[in-house]
């Protein structure tokens, strides 16, 4: 559990000044491999019906290249807000069925109001939505070089002569 983002109880928010728990990150995340840890700010404002959560962050992750396999660095920038809907699960338990899949077809996250936000599983989230979708160490990664043998049909004719001579010689020589 990363010491500076301890999981907020969400009604001591309400308490808070100006509602809001604002967090210096620099640690590094369980599950994320990163080449330093992650910097930036969280800040989680209550607004009433809904957490507010701000982030702003850096890091460096390790990747592997999906051309050639390779493990590379990236930097990795985060600059996400997200609303969290705080709604009683007894409260939802009343509403018909239709409405209740609905709620889940829309896919909006939801906390008890009385509740804990946890930072450290949300920006984790973010830092993995924040991945790119193809992993290249380079844009013009060649991917994994081909082994060349002069069996290979793809192999340039001049050099398959060459072969060809050179065990010429060698049957010649022996
Ligand atoms: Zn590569």
Wanted: glycine share 2%.
């Amino acid at each position: 559990m990363p010491q500076s983002l301890p999981p907020i109880h969400i009604p001591q928010l309400l308490r808070a000044p100006e509602r809001t728990d604002e967090m210096r990150v620099k640690d590094y995340l369980p599950d994320l491999e990163t080449l330093m840890p992650i910097q930036g700010v969280v800040r989680v404002i209550h607004q009433t019906t809904y957490l507010e959560v701000v982030a702003q962050a850096e890091t460096i992750v390790t990747l592997t290249c999906d051309r050639c396999l390779k493990q590379y660095n990236q930097r990795l920038k985060l600059d996400v807000s997200e609303m969290i809907w705080l709604s009683a699960a007894s409260e939802e338990s009343d509403s018909p069925l239709l409405e209740k899949e609905t709620l889940l077809d829309d896919l909006v996250e939801s906390l008890p109001p009385d509740g804990y936000f946890d930072p450290a599983a949300w920006l984790y989230e973010q830092l993995c939505l924040a991945l790119p979708q193809q992993q290249l160490c380079d844009a013009a990664c060649p991917g994994i070089p081909l082994a060349t043998s002069p069996a290979s049909e793809s192999v340039d004719h001049r050099w398959a002569s060459l072969a060809q001579l050179k065990s010429q010689i060698d049957s010649q020589s022996s």
